[in-house]
């Protein structure tokens, strides 16, 4: 497939949940189009508490050593990109080559702006009965400091 507009898929990440985002996105991607993904800090996480879920990433964060690896990211557009890393062959090749085709953004990029946006109904997050935290929320608990690199 070539890279052109029309084998471009721009997903707007606000209100959806991150886990059924994701898995629509690593399928599209295997697929072969390229996924752009904006307003990647307005997904969000389902949990049973707030506190749970940031206690959990905590100690998630804490394994390994911080030169030696493994790493782990705090921004909310790595996390993503992550999870959807989780959900690609990504030791084949098929997997690198899909994995590369993703860009997640914090925000709307100029660029981008104009054309048309894609929403995955089945990962709204309206459809939640539990609570959830949004990505931000929980990059910020987690040691992300908004509006600098990490």
Not at 60 to 66: A, L, M, Q
Not at 97 to 118: M, Q
């Amino acid at each position: 497939m070539s890279n052109t507009i029309t084998d471009s898929i721009i997903i707007d990440a606000s209100n959806h949940i991150l886990g059924r985002l994701a898995s629509f996105i690593a399928k599209k991607l295997l697929q072969g189009y390229r996924v752009f993904v904006v307003n990647a800090e307005k997904a969000v996480v389902s949990c049973t508490s707030r506190q749970s879920i940031v206690e959990e990433w905590k100690s998630f964060i804490e394994v390994g050593r911080y030169r030696a690896g493994p790493l782990h990211y705090r921004r909310p557009d790595r996390i993503l990109r992550r999870v959807v890393r989780g959900m690609l062959p990504y030791r084949t090749e098929k997997g690198r080559r899909a994995y590369k085709r993703l860009k997640v953004y914090i925000g709307f990029p100029e660029e981008l702006k104009g054309c048309s946006i894609l929403e995955v109904p089945e990962a709204k997050s309206d459809k939640l009965r539990c609570r959830f935290i949004t990505l931000a929320e929980l990059a910020e608990s987690i040691g992300w400091k908004c509006g600098g690199e990490d």
